[in-house]
């Protein structure tokens, strides 16, 4: 660490008042993240330090590397009282550092909402998107602070009707994050369509679970009335997304609460939970739908089994799994068999170890 950024990070305000540098300070660029005196200083709240470097001429609009400027350090740490001289002495409320990323945006992230007021005040424009087409609301969904989301729709009530690039909601970013008081308010408050889906078909039922966060996958079924057969542009149903991540307690979820079919089909490809577990290598997750009583011999559309799924994959637990629960080989469309798709030879061994089973 330079002395001068150490200074600066200290607030060790005699070495700039009375360095033998004189003044080369100003023009300190820091060599991995291009910060000014004036971005450190404003990071960690060193006011003292922030009006020094205003004084000597430092811009309030000098950028590092990240396109960041001081404005964006302050609002992204808490730092109130310099975002609050910050904007007085004229720094642009509205500045977009890389991504185009606002103050307001990154004062989203953190649960401080005299930030965002300061801001607001000021003009800070809630509409902004990054290049993700995120707006402030979207962000404050993700972070889970239900007052923050109040404090934006206070000053614009629509804010939350807003999609990203690829359509994802508020509601959406919420219910992936596992923000379960977030997802309660922004039902209960906000008019989103029940099942509002992405640009992939995906509901944000669907991102609680695969995400393994059954409380606010609950919140969305009583509150929200959500589908738990709803089907994405794949034709996959939340009981194949659980099994393709690997979400055993949201398996269990879906398949008791709802007493969903341990083989559903997606519409597509035919494929069942086993298939879609068996191509990911979830083995704790064909494990237990065998145990559950999956059929292991149903084919997909082209005529494979999860048995073909897996050993394509090279996913021998999973190979494994199938063979000592009854899994038989067969051709599928394309006149291949389960065995013949073996490349790895871990998967080529437990195909000859239970060769005998193999018909």
């Known amino acids: 660490m330079s002395r001068v950024y150490k200074a600066a990070q200290t607030n060790d305000e005699n070495f700039f008042r009375f ?17 000014s005196v004036l971005h450190i200083a404003s990071r960690y709240g060193h006011l003292n330090l922030v009006s020094l470097f205003l004084e000597k001429g430092v811009s309030p609009e000098i950028v590092n590397l990240d396109g960041k400027r001081p404005l964006h350090e302050a609002a992204q740490n808490g730092q109130i009282d310099i975002v609050k001289y910050l904007l007085d002495y004229g720094a642009i409320v509205d500045c977009l550092k890389r991504a185009d990323w606002t103050p307001l945006m990154l004062a989203c992230t953190k649960n401080g909402p005299e930030v965002i007021r300061a801001l607001l005040q000021k003009g800070a424009d809630l509409a902004l998107r990054n290049k993700d087409g995120w707006n402030s609301f979207h962000i404050a969904a993700r972070e889970g602070s239900v007052e923050i989301l109040q404090l934006l729709l206070h000053h614009d009530d629509q804010l939350w009707n807003t999609v990203s690039k690829n359509g994802r909601t508020p509601l959406h970013t919420a219910a992936l994050h596992g923000c379960t008081d977030v997802v309660r308010f922004l039902v209960g408050s906000c008019d989103y369509p029940c099942d509002v889906v992405d640009s992939c078909g995906t509901t944000p039922l ?23 057969q709803k089907e994405d542009k794949l034709g996959r149903q939340p009981v194949h997304l659980v099994s393709e991540a690997g979400e055993l307690e949201a398996l269990d979820f879906l398949l008791d609460t709802f007493h969903l079919s341990v083989d559903t089909r997606t519409t597509s490809t035919h494929c069942t939970p086993l298939h879609v577990a068996a ?7 064909v494990g237990h739908l065998l145990r559950r009583g999956a059929d292991v011999h149903l084919l997909d559309t082209s005529l494979r089994s999860a048995l073909h799924i897996a050993s394509g994959g090279q996913h021998a637990g999973c190979v494994e799994l199938l ?7 067969s051709q599928d469309k394309h006149g291949q068999t389960a065995r013949h798709m073996a490349r790895k030879d871990g998967v080529k061994q437990v195909f000859r170890k239970y060769l005998d089973h193999i018909t």
Request: no cysteine; net charge negative; aromatic share 4%.
């Open 19 to 35: 360095d033998n540098g004189a003044d080369t300070y100003l023009s300190y660029a820091h060599e991995k993240s291009g910060d």
């Open 206 to 228: 669907m991102d609680a679970l695969r995400a393994g966060h059954v409380d606010t996958a609950q919140v969305l079924v009583d509150l929200h009335k959500a589908d738990v």
């Open 279 to 285: 191509k990911e290598g979830q083995d704790a997750i």
């Open 323 to 329: 063979l000592k629960h009854g899994a038989g080989d």
